[in-house]
């Protein structure tokens, strides 16, 4: 079983501050998604990176796929009360189609 | 109509009926899935369809009926469910034949069994 070890899993922070999050599992993944999920709502495809070491910047956020593609970081800079929602990592693997393992999730905070 | 739909959004069933969940997507994918997303638990794919065909079925209960008419519409037919079974069900679609292809879900159906 491909596990996907997310933390924190609860963050709230103040508007302004920096923070990361994790995304971490033992095995190799041929790429690594994040999502953003709203209440009520399915997750909406942040960024998708497929190369070790890779980097990815959207706006105030970057994100990082480890050098040997086993783990993910997602960091934003000088949060937003509209960042505030359920970040989720997926590990790819592909058997025929696109398959994803999701992490438990990170619940994001950003009080004004 | 774009992206991939889901109806209902909500849905309340005793433990004796029958329901079913559609799904409907418009982005020209063949490749389509279920997942569940159960309180303070990671998203679990349940079942996935590559042109038509069901490729994986993850030790998902019998209570569980999925069916896929074309490559744009998936069902999930219910019956006889448990409580622990509420849950929200995400549907979602990709597009085979590519790595790292990505998934867009649809909007889920909350599903509460009473």
């Known amino acids: 079983t491909q596990l996907l070890e997310q933390s924190p899993q609860f963050l709230s922070i103040q508007e302004g501050e920096n923070l990361t999050v994790y995304c971490n599992s033992s095995s190799v993944f041929s790429s690594l998604q994040w999502y953003r999920q709203e209440p009520g709502e399915g997750p909406v495809l942040l960024v998708t990176?497929?190369?070790?070491?890779e980097v990815k910047k959207l706006k105030r956020l970057t994100f990082q796929f480890g050098d040997a593609r086993k783990d993910s970081s997602l960091h934003i800079t000088a949060a937003q009360p509209g960042d505030t929602g359920l970040y989720l990592c997926a590990g790819g693997r592909w058997e025929g189609a696109q398959k994803l393992v999701f992490g438990q999730g990170t619940r994001l905070t950003i009080n004004p | 109509e774009t992206g991939v739909t889901q109806t209902p959004r909500h849905l309340v069933m005793g433990m004796t009926n029958k329901k079913s969940l559609k799904c409907e997507q418009h982005l020209g994918h063949n490749a389509m899935y279920w997942y569940k997303q159960s309180a303070k638990k990671p998203l679990e794919l349940m079942f996935v369809y590559n042109f038509k065909e069901q490729t994986e079925n993850n030790s998902v209960p019998s209570r569980f009926s999925p069916e896929c008419p074309n490559s744009s519409h998936l069902f999930l037919h219910l019956h006889t469910l448990q409580p622990e079974d509420s849950a929200l069900y995400l549907c979602?679609?990709?597009?085979?034949?590519?790595?790292?292809?990505?998934?867009?879900f649809g909007q889920g159906t909350r599903l509460t069994v009473v």
């Open positions: 990176v497929v190369t070790g070491g």
């Open positions: 979602a679609s990709s597009q085979t034949g590519a790595l790292n292809t990505e998934a867009f």
